[in-house]
């Protein structure tokens, strides 16, 4: 059967039929899941289960891969995952929901804010490929939101205002919105900020889209205050509900979404029910913007 795909919610999210992700992925399947992902942005493949060296499998057949070390409160002897994953659950080593107080849950919960995966990474990733591999009993939802549309509605100034602005990403600056200011010396020093252009241009369409995130705390030569306005102006215009689709998550979804094209956030769940999802995450070409030196 011949990959499929299907049209669901707003224009950039489809369903994907006809594909065995635990087989290996041929050439012909893969343009056409590449091609998909520039065209709409947000893939869904159900039905999926599959085992961890599947995902990497799976992944790998579409791209090098990013990596995950450094980027959440976990320590190397706490990761459940090999670091070819990032852990997006709420689970300690020993496969128990975090307790509520614990840091590393209340760093983690910073992903309820609107953001693109890595984008404090001086290249950031491309596609985000999170399987669901337990849920919760409510809620959890993932949300999306289509950063070309939200691009092409802005107003012909507001347009002009965004092209050639480069924004100061960080995992602090998000942090700091959720009140989480209590970093060691060493984790300041890790989430150092980086360099993003604020309007991307899709290397195979063309179309422009906003590079937003939580993560985006500042705008090069522009006052602190008045950069953080705009943005959290832009946030608000680019995650209107017409822009915006919320995944429901079923056990064995495969969620793809290009991170150069869209934002998204996780939605609240019980803190005392697991929930194991597992990330893979594409490697970005690049920076988007010079960095400070
Ligand atoms: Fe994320």
Redesign the pocket.
């Known amino acids: 059967m011949a990959l499929s795909i299907r049209r669901v919610g707003p224009g950039f999210v489809g369903e994907v039929d006809g594909i065995d992700i635990r087989q290996p992925l041929g050439d012909a399947d893969a343009a056409a899941i590449h091609a998909g992902m520039d065209e709409y942005a947000v893939l869904i493949f159900r039905e999926q289960p599959m085992t961890a060296d599947q995902q990497l499998a799976f992944t790998r057949a579409l791209g090098p891969l990013e990596q995950s070390i450094g980027t959440s409160l976990r320590k190397p002897d706490e990761y459940r995952l090999p670091t070819t994953f990032a852990d997006v659950s709420n689970l300690d080593i020993d496969d128990k929901p975090l307790a509520r107080d614990d840091r590393r849950r209340l760093f983690a919960i910073g992903?309820r804010l609107w953001?693109s995966?890595s984008s404090f990474k001086a290249t950031p990733a491309k596609y985000?490929l999170l399987h669901a591999i337990g849920i919760t009993s409510t809620g959890g939802n993932t949300e999306f939101a289509d950063m070309r549309a939200a691009y092409d509605a802005l107003d012909d100034e507001t347009k002009g205002r965004c092209d050639g602005l480069v924004c100061e990403h960080s995992q602090m600056y998000s942090r700091q919105q959720i009140g989480f200011v209590d970093l060691t010396e060493d984790e300041k020093q890790r989430f150092a900020p980086v360099r993003q252009t604020l309007v991307r241009t899709h290397p195979a369409t063309g179309r422009k889209s906003l590079y937003l995130a939580s993560h985006a705390g500042g705008i090069v030569g522009w006052p602190v205050p008045e950069a953080r306005i705009f943005l959290r102006d832009l946030i608000e215009h680019a995650t209107q509900r017409r822009f915006v689709h919320a995944h429901r998550w079923r056990v064995g979804d495969l969620v793809i979404w290009d991170n150069r094209q869209t934002m998204?956030r996780a939605r609240p769940f019980p803190a005392d029910e697991p929930r194991d999802m597992r990330r893979t995450t594409l490697a970005g070409d690049g920076p988007t913007a010079r960095q400070a030196v």
């Open positions: 992903n953001h995966d985000s998204h």
